[in-house]
Nanobody, 119 residues
Framework: QVQLVESGGGLVQPGGSLRLSCAAS????????MGWYRQAPGKQRELVTT???????NYMDSVKGRFTISRDNAKNTVYLQMNNLKPEDTAVYYC?????????????WGPGTQVTVSS
């Protein structure tokens, strides 16, 4: 069982920055694929970014060049640095962990943290 706890959300003006953090439990954090999803009111949840245990990253097109995912395996923590925030980035952001073993995949979710971009 993996527990995830996000922090760092809040209210920011357009053009501002926030850094989200996600602390994970578990003994093999370095092998987890970590990611961030978001869900805006009335919209479907969407995948923002992922980082594998090997450090490969992917981003959705609308955040490329503005958001950066990183991980600190010594601290069992993944970060999402968000720069040049736009009102359309407003959403609840969820941290996820994916553990893959032969024949089995396990997905874990944090409770989410609200990000509001507004003037």
């Amino acid at each position: 069982q993996v527990q995830l706890v996000e922090s760092g959300g809040g209210l920011v003006q357009p053009g501002g920055s926030l850094r989200l953090s996600c602390a994970a439990s578990g003994r093999n954090f370095s092998s987890y694929t970590m990611g961030w999803y978001r869900q805006a009111p009335g919209k479907q949840r969407e995948l923002v970014t992922t980082v594998t245990g090997g450090g490969n990253v992917n981003y959705m097109d609308s955040v490329k060049g503005r958001f950066t995912i990183s991980r600190d395996n010594a601290k069992n923590t993944v970060y999402l640095q968000m720069n040049n925030l736009k009102p359309e980035d407003t959403a609840v952001y969820y941290c996820t962990a994916v553990i893959v073993r032969p024949g089995i995949r396990q997905d874990y979710w944090g409770p989410g943290t609200q990000v509001t971009v507004s003037s």
